[in-house]
C-alpha cells in the first residue's frame, strides 16, 4: 500500500477569473480532487494581475481566453513573473496551460488586426491568428495515450527547434492544421489547445501531472493507483463521439 499521508499538493491557478473557457476549471478540479482521493493534502492558490508568483507552486495551471482578454494578460506576465515562472519549470514545477494560456508562454502570439502579444517563451513557439476558426472535438495520440479534447481557436501555432509537440493529431485541427502536431512540451510544462476540461477524462496526463508536482517537494513519488473505471468510460465515449464526428 502506498502511503501519501501528510504530502501536500500546492496547485497554482494562473489568472483563473480572466483566462478560463469551455470548462477550463475543471482541470483545476480533477488536479485537486485526484490528489485527495489518495490522502493528499491539495491546496489551490489563485494568481491573479499584479500578484506575485509564490515560490513554492508545484502544479501551475492557465486557461484559455479569447483575444480581449490575453491583453492584460500578457502585459502582466512580462519581466519577473514570467522570469520566476520560467525559473519554477526549471526547478522541476509541472503546467498545464490551454490554448490562450498556451499561446502567452510561447514567444508571441499575433491577434487579428491588433498589437501583436509578448509571451515569455517558455516555449519556442510563435502564434498567429488565422483566416478561419478551428472548433471541434480532438484526439490526439501522446506518450499519455490517445488524449480527447475540444478546440476553439483561431490561433495557429508553430514550434521553434527546441520545442517538442505533446502528441500527434488523430482528430481535429491541432496546433495550426498543418503539421499534424498538437501543443509543446518542455521539461513538465504542457501546452494545448484541448479544452473540454482535458483533465477529468484523461486521468493518465492528470495523475502525470500530480506525479511531477510531487517529486519537486519530495523527490521520487509514485502515486497509488485509483479505480479510473468512470473516468476511462468517459474518455473512450469522447473519443469515439469525435471519430464519429471527423
Ligand atoms: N484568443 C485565442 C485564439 O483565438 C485563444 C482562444 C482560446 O483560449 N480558446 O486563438
Not at 480532487?33 to 489551490?44: C, F, N, Y
Not at 500578484?51 to 479569447?66: K, M, R, T
Request: net charge negative.
Amino acid at each position: 500500500m502506498i502511503e501519501h499521508s501528510g504530502m501536500k499538493l500546492k496547485i497554482g491557478w494562473l489568472y483563473g477569473a480572466k483566462m478560463n473557457i469551455y470548462g477550463d476549471r475543471g482541470n483545476v478540479v480533477a488536479l485537486s480532487q485526484r490528489a485527495r482521493w489518495r490522502g493528499i493534502e491539495s491546496e489551490v492558490v489563485e494568481i491573479g494581475l499584479n500578484q506575485p508568483l509564490p515560490d513554492d507552486i508545484d502544479v501551475f495551471f492557465f486557461g484559455g481566453g479569447q483575444d480581449q482578454e490575453q491583453v492584460a494578460v500578457s502585459r502582466d506576465l512580462q519581466g519577473e513573473k514570467g522570469e520566476r515562472l520560467k525559473q519554477a519549470v526549471e526547478e522541476g514545477a509541472a503546467v498545464l496551460s490551454i490554448c490562450g494560456g498556451y499561446q502567452l508562454l510561447g514567444h508571441e502570439y499575433r491577434p487579428h488586426d491588433a498589437e501583436p502579444l509578448p509571451g515569455i517563451g517558455l516555449f519556442d513557439a510563435v502564434s498567429t491568428a488565422g483566416p478561419e476558426r478551428f472548433i471541434g472535438n480532438v484526439v490526439i495520440e501522446s506518450e499519455w495515450g490517445q488524449l480527447v479534447g475540444f478546440e476553439n481557436h483561431s490561433g495557429l501555432t508553430h514550434l521553434g527547434p527546441s520545442a517538442s509537440p505533446m502528441g500527434k493529431v488523430v482528430v481535429g485541427r491541432g496546433n495550426n492544421g498543418q503539421d499534424g502536431m498538437e501543443g509543446a512540451r518542455y521539461k513538465h510544462a504542457l501546452g494545448c489547445y484541448l479544452h473540454g476540461a482535458l483533465l477529468p477524462k484523461n486521468p493518465a496526463l492528470t495523475d502525470w501531472l500530480i506525479t511531477a508536482g510531487l517529486t519537486r517537494r519530495y523527490g521520487d513519488v509514485a502515486l497509488a493507483p485509483l479505480d479510473d473505471a468512470i473516468e476511462q468510460r468517459a474518455q473512450s465515449a469522447a473519443i469515439s463521439r469525435a471519430k464519429e464526428s471527423r
